[in-house]
């Protein structure tokens, strides 16, 4: 009886400890599930794939073992629009200030100034009787013969001279001489001309100024080796490319060494070379289309000539084209500089330092931050908090400015200090699906 009684005892006590053990849990839980809902006080986490789980700390999913995130970071995740908003876990760079100090290396050449170009051209038609001159880049004084011509213009006009000076009609001399100035003939040539009374066949023209000599292909545009007075339009007055008849022979020459020849003929107006001194020159130097955005006019330029091994050249970005040549994908920059000694030649090659000294600190982010559009640019900012596994990023588009290869200046769209992601290009399945 009493071995009875003792087990039924025992029963009761299990009994009695198993009730006190649920109502303990249940109170428990009920708790947890008050603190959890809790949101003035504290963030509360949740599981992205178990939104049930929630806790008042940071952990994992004990269902998943997923890492616990924000439930309103998870609620923005699970509403945003999936070609502006994307969850990653990749490393992010803060934008901040930067003074882009840049350097680019550029290679290039020494080219002449075409602004230093005089140009000489045919006075009065003709035809080449004698070549002084034969080859480009000679070196040429003032007043030294180049060439003579043949011309019945300017014949018909030294007799008609010589004619009126006989007449002893000194207006009309004065007014005849004039026009044979007009007509390129120097006071040597009129002095000449009055002495002998005779006019002169073949007229020498002579170099105005001094420099070396460059024969453009321009100077055979109109010149030809097959035609004659008479195929060019009857006469020599009316000469030209514009009057020659569509089934003449016409044979341009595509030579630059020296596009004219003795026997050609030469209209009026048609160039037949240019002077240069070479007192100054270009250096033109080829940049990279990514980069060229980072060059600046006024930015220093420091050169080296290969011909100039020992010697430091010092200038400055002068001008910039801007157009992409066709086929290429470069920039030309020029930096005029002085060549007094005439020791910097043509074609020449040099090799240049660009540096922009202005120390000004301005936005940046790695130029891998930067994802291009297009006509756009856009960047991934970062909208949730340090300290969680991933992020949620939200593309955001910005205004760039200089790079220099490694940083991209942050015009506007971006605030200081914003967290972006570090590759942008590995935020983007496909750029025409972006949103900003």
């Given at each position: 009886m009493l071995v009875k009684w003792k087990n039924k005892s025992l029963i009761l006590l299990l009994f009695g400890l198993l009730l006190a053990t649920a109502s303990c849990k249940k109170e428990t839980a009920t708790e947890h599930k008050e603190h959890a809902t809790e949101t003035e006080e504290g963030v509360i986490y949740t599981c992205p794939m178990h939104p049930e789980v929630t806790s008042d700390k940071p952990g994992r999913c004990p269902e998943c073992n997923m890492f616990l995130e924000p439930k309103d970071v998870?609620?923005?995740q699970l509403i945003a629009d999936p070609n502006r908003i994307v969850v990653s876990s990749q490393a992010t760079v803060q934008?901040?200030?930067?003074?882009?100090n840049k350097q680019v290396q550029a290679e290039g050449i020494i080219a002449f100034d075409e602004r230093q170009n005089n140009t000489v051209a045919a006075y009065f038609p003709g035809r080449i009787e004698e070549l002084f001159v034969k080859y480009n880049y000679t070196f040429v004084r003032k007043g030294q013969p180049i060439l003579s011509l043949y011309s019945p213009e300017l014949l018909t006009a030294q007799q008609e001279f010589l004619f009126v000076l006989h007449a002893e009609d000194n207006a009309l001399a004065e007014q005849a001489r004039k026009r044979l100035r007009l007509l390129g003939l120097t006071e040597s040539q009129l002095k000449t001309l009055e002495k002998t009374g005779k006019p002169q066949t073949k007229t020498t023209v002579y170099s105005p100024?001094?420099?070396?000599?460059?024969f453009t292909p321009e100077a055979a545009t109109t010149s030809t080796t097959t035609q004659s007075p008479a195929a060019a339009g009857g006469s020599m007055g009316n000469m030209g490319a514009a009057n020659t008849a569509p089934d003449a022979p016409v044979t341009q020459s595509t030579s630059v060494e020296n596009p004219i020849r003795e026997g050609q003929y030469v209209a009026k107006g048609q160039t037949l070379f240019q002077v240069n001194d070479l007192k100054k020159v270009w250096a033109i130097l080829t940049l990279p289309a990514g980069i060229a955005g980072s060059v600046e006019t006024g930015d220093k330029v420091t050169i080296r000539s290969q011909l100039l091994p020992d010697k430091t050249i010092l200038g400055e970005v002068n001008f910039i084209e801007s157009v992409v040549r066709q086929g290429q994908n470069q920039v030309t920059v020029r930096v005029y500089l002085a060549n007094p000694d005439l020791k910097l030649k043509p074609n020449s090659l040099v090799q240049a330092t660009i540096a922009d000294e202005n120390k000004q600190a301005v936005l940046t982010v790695p130029t891998s931050a930067v994802w291009s559009l297009g006509r756009r640019n856009i960047v991934w900012v970062r909208k949730t908090p340090a300290g969680n596994h991933s992020f949620s990023f939200e593309a955001t588009e910005v205004q760039i400015g200089k790079q220099n290869?490694?940083?991209?200046?942050?015009?506007?769209?971006?605030?200081?200090?914003?967290?972006?992601a570090k590759e942008a290009g590995y935020m983007t399945d496909s750029e025409s699906f972006i949103r900003p």
């Open positions: 998870v609620l923005e934008a901040k200030s930067n003074t882009m100024y001094e420099g070396f000599v460059r290869g490694d940083y991209t200046e942050i015009i506007s769209g971006l605030p200081d200090g914003a967290h972006v």
